[in-house]
Every structure is written in structure tokens, then in C-alpha cells.
């Protein structure tokens, strides 16, 4: 049971251009929803996070938008530039006092920024 | 701010052996740490919850008798793969959460049976 999805394996943004990764989940307990960035053979690297009672995090040129009722974030990022190029992973994690807040991921958006 | 260290960040082992990871947080205690897998090109797949002098709790399908996980101490948790088989080839990846800090990875360590 997939409880993070993320439908869009790959994605590609002229650079300049805005990029929007889409993330569902199914979970209502989740509690915070995290974006990470991840190069091959790497560990993932924290990019931004958005708690369950909030509908919107900015950080510089990342955006997070949380749709509760829809069950559904997207990551924003504007401007693209080629150094994004990555894949983009979104977690969710569960209540520390549930199953010791684990994360759970989805299985990942490869973004390619063009010049 | 917080770093978590993976060790090796690679190895090659044979078949039938054993291999030990180790995951160690150098500027705060973690109080639980993570273990992942990932195949190529997919996605991190939680292994087990591990908490300081407590066991492991695993997650369905993962086998606690070939994936061994100690956690001894607030700053260490180890990961060992027994009798290893080219099927546990696979890119391993520990984390750390802590109360100040959030979740925090290590650089990952990527497994191969020979």
C-alpha cells in the first residue's frame, strides 16, 4: 500500500521557468510533509517542510502548498535553474508517538532544468 | 548543523557473508535512526525503526534475522546484512531524527554481492 505517491516519474523545465512537483498521500495522520533532493549514490538532502496545519511554506525559491482535503502538495520552484536537475523526493512522517515518526516516501520526480 | 556519518560508503562482499554499516550522529544524539533501501531508480524504502537500547522494530516483508540493527547507543546504530546475497545488492541509507534537528541523513552505502 503506497501511502505517498508521486505520479510524474520525470519532469522537464525550460530554465526560468516555474517547476511543479505534485505529491499525494492517504494518510491523515501524517503530520509534516518534507521535500528532499537526491543525486544518485547520495544521501537525500532537505530542501523544505510543511506541517498538516499549514497550507503554505516559503523558502527562498521553494514553495510548498498543502491541500488537506485533497490530500495533495506540490512543490514549487521559481526560477528553475539547471542545478535543480535532480530527483525530488516527498515524505511524509508520521507522529513521534506513532511508530517513532517515521518517514514515508514516495517513489520520486526526476526534474531536468534545460538552459 | 547536524551530520550524520555512513560507513563504508561502499562495499563488495561475497555471497554468504556478512556486512556491517554503521551510521553514527557526530553532533547530537539521536534518540531514533532509520534504515532505508533503495533499488535503482526507486523509492527509499523504510527498513526498520530503531530506538536507543531498545529492539528494532521492522517494517512487513523486511526479515530482522538478516537485517540486524543495534542501536547501542545515542550516537550509533549499526546495520548488518548476514549471509548476503547478490538479491541484497542495494543502496543503503541511514537517518537520524532528533528532537532539535529534525531527520537527518548519511551519505548512503552502496552494497554489492558478488
Known amino acids: 500500500d503506497q501511502q505517498v505517491k508521486q505520479n510524474s516519474p520525470s519532469l522537464s523545465v525550460q530554465e526560468g521557468r516555474i517547476s511543479i512537483l505534485n505529491c499525494d498521500y492517504t494518510?491523515?495522520?501524517?503530520?509534516?510533509f518534507l521535500w528532499y533532493k537526491k543525486y544518485p549514490a547520495e544521501g537525500p538532502t532537505f530542501l523544505i517542510s510543511?506541517?498538516?496545519?499549514?497550507d503554505k511554506n516559503e523558502d527562498g525559491r521553494f514553495t510548498v502548498f498543502l491541500n488537506k482535503s485533497a490530500k495533495h502538495l506540490s512543490l514549487h520552484i521559481v526560477p528553475s535553474q539547471p542545478g535543480d536537475s535532480a530527483v525530488y523526493f516527498c515524505a511524509a512522517s508520521v507522529p513521534l508517538y506513532n511508530q517513532g515518526g517515521k518517514l514515508i516516501f514516495g517513489q520520486g520526480t526526476e526534474l531536468s532544468v534545460k538552459p | 548543523g547536524a551530520v550524520v556519518s555512513q560507513h563504508p560508503s561502499w562495499v563488495i562482499c561475497k555471497s554468504g557473508t556478512s556486512v556491517k554499516i554503521e551510521c553514527r550522529s557526530l553532533?547530537?544524539?539521536?534518540?531514533?535512526m532509520f534504515w532505508y533501501r533503495q533499488f535503482p531508480k526507486q523509492s527509499l524504502m523504510l527498513m526498520a525503526t530503531?530506538?536507543?537500547?531498545?529492539?528494532?522494530?521492522?517494517e512487513q516483508g523486511v526479515e530482522k534475522d538478516k537485517f540486524l540493527i543495534n542501536h547501542a547507543s545515542l550516537t550509533l546504530s549499526t546495520l548488518t546484512v548476514t549471509s548476503a546475497h547478490p538479491e541484497d545488492s542495494s543502496f543503503y541509507i541511514c537517518?537520524?531524527?532528533?528532537?532539535?534537528?529534525?531527520?537527518?541523513f548519511g551519505s548512503g552505502t552502496r552494497l554489492t554481492v558478488v
Open positions: 510543511i506541517s498538516s496545519i499549514k
Open positions: 537517518s537520524a531524527r532528533d528532537k532539535s534537528y529534525g531527520y537527518t
Open positions: 553532533d547530537f544524539q539521536a534518540t531514533t
Open positions: 494518510n491523515s495522520m501524517f503530520d509534516y
Open positions: 530503531s530506538n536507543e537500547g531498545s529492539k528494532a522494530t521492522y
